[in-house]
């Protein structure tokens, strides 16, 4: 298959295949996918002969091509931003989760329509947004 792209989207092409590995890496499963780990090789070599030097190294040990020490430091900001976003998200959304379950049981929460599982959610999560935006962490405790 052929395919006429830009170096510009091949840049960012190449950004979105970095974003995704690193999720698909974070679980630190050693070699579960290895599959995408060798087609992310073959973008880099393909962006390597279309001139993106500054996004790609060649690793002689591994015998392939691996992303940069300064694309990775480019491409950080947004993993850092997406950690950031979803640790307030999970956070608010298992609470939430908890308190559907201590007020109506397990077994109701889990038998709720799709949709009124999201908004009894989205109504439980509110305080919990709410309270996260003004005091951040600061107000979490362990009870004794």
């Avoid at 001139?51 to 020490?69: A, F, H, I, M």
């Avoid at 077994?107 to 799709?114: R, S, W």
């Amino acid at each position: 298959m052929a395919m006429q792209i830009t170096k510009e989207q091949l840049d960012k092409i190449l950004r979105m295949a970095y974003l995704g590995m690193w999720m698909l890496d974070a679980p630190a499963i050693e070699n579960a996918f290895t599959d995408f780990d060798e087609c992310f090789s073959h973008l880099l070599s393909e962006a390597k002969k279309e001139g993106l030097d500054e996004c790609v190294q060649y690793d002689e040990k591994e015998k392939r091509y691996l992303p940069s020490s300064e694309f990775e430091e480019q491409n950080h900001k947004f993993i850092l931003e997406y950690d950031n976003n979803i640790f307030w998200e999970e956070l608010a959304t298992r609470l939430a989760e908890r308190d559907m379950v201590n007020m109506y049981g397990k077994e109701k929460v889990e038998a709720m329509d799709f949709e009124k599982r999201l908004d009894e959610e989205a109504a439980f999560s509110k305080k919990y947004y709410d309270e996260f935006e003004k005091t951040g962490i600061n107000n979490i405790d362990i009870k004794e």
